[in-house]
């Protein structure tokens, strides 16, 4: 009831503040400059200006409020679970292939160490998870976004909470995880694999463990990353390069997370 109460209150909170932003944006004398807004509109957002005019500040401020509701509404669900391991990789890997199946392999370890387990929703690595921790009887979670194309929730999701954002979603994937795993991925889990490493560098998230998976995918970059970040441009520093672990197994994954500490989000 307090975080509804807290949350109730936030929400009123910045429609003070839209709507003195919408009736000081009114009163001011118009030009082609005053009031327009810098940030585009997604194809699915009304635009009530011209169709040949750059969007205006009214035309997003109530995104404003959707932004918001992702956050709060993110945060309440998670409270609902505990000893929380996200893991992420592509979502293009059928169920037949490797990593599709050692990550299910994970996940069915996990449930049965009693932690929950934390996927994006989707096909793929994703799926594999959820399913391995379904099947062991465990908590299955998937943290969805909308994309045109790829994703979808997975049928082992037992919970599950879509986003629109995948800027919140990230932040949910990452906010009380006492384990990060990555299996090979693409663009979406290289981002979100530096992201992580980068929080945990600079102080704004707790030292937890971040292993990835697959040393045939892995290692090259981490070559590349010595040689370059580290040897030649000196862009890192060496004690970076133990912020994460790599292995080639789900068993060797459980391994190095099994006696992890539980958090509160960040």
Not at 20 to 43: A, D, V
Not at 60 to 74: D, N
Not at 106 to 115: E, P, Q, T, V
Not at 221 to 243: G, P
Request: hydrophobic share 40%; with cysteine.
């Amino acid at each position: 009831m307090l975080v509804d109460f807290l949350s109730c209150g936030v929400y009123v909170k910045i429609l003070m503040i839209m709507s003195k932003q919408i009736s000081f944006s009114s009163k001011k004398k118009s030009n082609h400059m005053e009031g327009l807004c810098r940030i585009p509109l997604s194809h699915t957002e009304v635009i009530t200006s011209s169709p040949k005019e750059p969007p205006k500040m009214a035309d997003i401020t109530w995104r404003i409020f959707r932004i918001m509701a992702e956050f709060v509404e993110g945060f309440q669900f998670l409270s609902e679970s505990s000893r929380e391991v996200t893991i992420f990789g592509s979502a293009r890997f059928p169920s037949e292939t490797k990593w599709y199946k050692e990550a299910e392999k994970l996940g069915r370890l996990l449930a049965k160490g009693g932690f929950t387990v934390i996927t994006g929703g989707g096909p793929g690595v994703m799926e594999g998870a959820n399913k391995g921790a379904v099947e062991a009887g465990g908590e299955s979670i998937g943290l969805n976004i909308q994309l045109p194309t790829e994703q979808r929730i997975n049928p082992y999701v037992h919970r599950g909470r879509g986003f629109h954002y995948f800027f919140t979603r990230k932040v949910m994937l990452a906010a009380s995880a006492q384990a990060y795993v990555f299996f090979p991925g693409g663009f979406g889990t290289m981002d979100e694999f530096f992201e992580m490493i980068t929080l945990i560098q600079t102080g704004k998230a707790q030292r937890i463990p971040v292993i990835c998976v697959g040393k045939d995918f892995w290692d090259p970059l981490f070559v590349w990353v010595r040689k370059y970040m580290l040897e030649t441009y000196k862009t890192i520093a060496s004690k970076d390069l133990e912020l994460y672990s790599v292995v080639d197994t789900a068993e060797e994954t459980f391994s190095l997370l099994k006696n992890s500490k539980e958090r509160t989000f960040f």
